[in-house]
């Protein structure tokens, strides 16, 4: 359970670290060739989260509070609206998990006031890279709460910078830390009442932490309930994990790769999305490497990137797909796969595949 002022947001921000390392993994096995997968037209269906996951552990805020209670607003502003930040930290079998919390509000910046929204606002949980501090990819965060989004990233021990002596293979505790994570904000009596609708609940992982996000939906090593859509953004399916991986046809699955990453291989995304059983996206990003897709153009030259214009395409192409698929199925839009395809419809930049099966262009390293 959580400890502290229930029905309360903290009003200031965890400082996260921001020393950046090498970046985490390689996967450079067998990669294929560049391809272009053609937009499909298959339509898909939205599914609905009957359950939240439950927790045992603790949570404590860091700073004073700021409450969350008061009247709801007449009429709700339409987006983009203004990003509070706040901090938290989540107690996971014995490990502290400094979280970061955006979410819609009157005002930007730390500890503003959260604009209220009846019934609360959709959830996302952000796992980072391995050796990746969250706040590298606050420009991809922001644009999720700036269009009604509660979007929290927790600094995981010993796979983020400042958190610990830096240990890869700590990265199968995750699933089970993501768990407490998910548990304890999207308690309808927790530190976050009132705040988040505990019925939508998203989860999204960029290279290590899309590892820890599939396995998290797919594995029955880590499953967590109550999950309505799920985002990989250039993962992979593990052995290290253990458990098998069984696709859960109940959530939706959009996954992001770049054709020139050497990171983790386009065929380890391709394995995800060609098993996965319920509505799927595959978005191909031609080109793109790693990194530049997903991180803060401040953050690049650690990781040996550029900020150039394509750089940039990359990026816009990952907020607005991301975007469209997160009002998809965890807001419940009512517009169809074609919207998401035609956010996608990028030439030169990137192609989408809505449905059908991807070729598989080599292999995935540590891949069951």
Same mark, same amino acid.
């Given at each position: ?18 020393t950046l390392g090498s970046g985490g993994r390689t996967r450079a096995a067998t990669a294929g ?6 937009? $499909? =037209? &298959?339509? %898909? #269906?939205?599914? *609905?989260?009957? !359950? @939240? $996951? =439950? &927790?045992? %552990? #603790?949570?404590? *805020?860091?700073? !004073? @509070? ?45 500890g503003a006031k959260p604009l209220q929204r009846s019934g609360g606002w959709p959830l996302i ?166 990194h530049a897709p997903y991180l803060d153009p401040s953050y690049l030259a650690a990781y040996h ?64």
């Amino acid at each position: 359970m959580l400890v502290g002022a229930a029905v309360a947001v903290v009003a200031v921000m965890v400082v996260v670290a921001t020393t950046l390392g090498s970046g985490g993994r390689t996967r450079a096995a067998t990669a294929g060739s560049a391809r272009t997968f053609p937009v $499909s =037209t &298959s339509a %898909s #269906t939205a599914s *609905s989260s009957t !359950s @939240s $996951s =439950t &927790s045992t %552990s #603790t949570s404590t *805020s860091t700073s !004073s @509070s700021t409450s969350t209670t008061g009247a709801t607003s007449a009429v709700l502003p339409a987006p983009p609206y203004a990003v509070g930040v706040t901090g938290l930290t989540v107690s996971a079998a014995g490990a502290s998990l400094p979280t970061t919390v955006r979410y819609p509000a009157h005002a930007s910046g730390s500890g503003a006031k959260p604009l209220q929204r009846s019934g609360g606002w959709p959830l996302i949980v952000f796992s980072q890279g391995y050796d990746i501090s969250p706040e590298a990819y606050s420009r991809l965060l922001d644009s999720w709460a700036r269009e009604g989004y509660v979007v929290a990233a927790p600094s995981y021990p010993y796979t983020t910078p400042g958190q610990g002596e830096l240990d890869e293979a700590n990265i199968t505790v995750h699933p089970a830390e993501l768990k407490v994570v998910v548990g304890d904000l999207a308690d309808p009596g927790g530190i976050l009442a009132g705040m988040v609708d505990s019925t939508r609940i998203g989860l999204v992982g960029h290279s290590d932490g899309g590892d820890v996000t599939d396995a998290a939906v797919n594995n029955t090593c880590c499953r967590i309930p109550g999950v309505s859509a799920a985002i990989i953004l250039a993962g992979a399916e593990l052995r290290s994990f253990g458990g098998s991986y069984e696709p859960n046809p109940s959530v939706p699955l959009l996954v992001v790769q770049g054709d020139g990453d050497t990171i983790n291989v386009p065929a380890c995304s391709q394995q995800i999305y060609d098993s996965a059983t319920g509505a799927r996206y595959y978005l191909d990003l031609l080109g793109a490497g790693h990194h530049a897709p997903y991180l803060d153009p401040s953050y690049l030259a650690a990781y040996h990137g550029s900020d150039d214009t394509r750089a940039a395409a990359y990026r816009r192409a990952v907020q607005a797909v991301t975007l469209a698929f997160w009002q998809r199925y965890l807001a419940g839009a009512t517009h169809s796969a074609a919207t998401i395809e035609a956010d996608a419809h990028l030439p030169g930049v990137a192609t989408l595949t809505a449905g059908p099966a991807v070729a598989v262009t080599g292999s995935c390293p540590g891949a069951p």
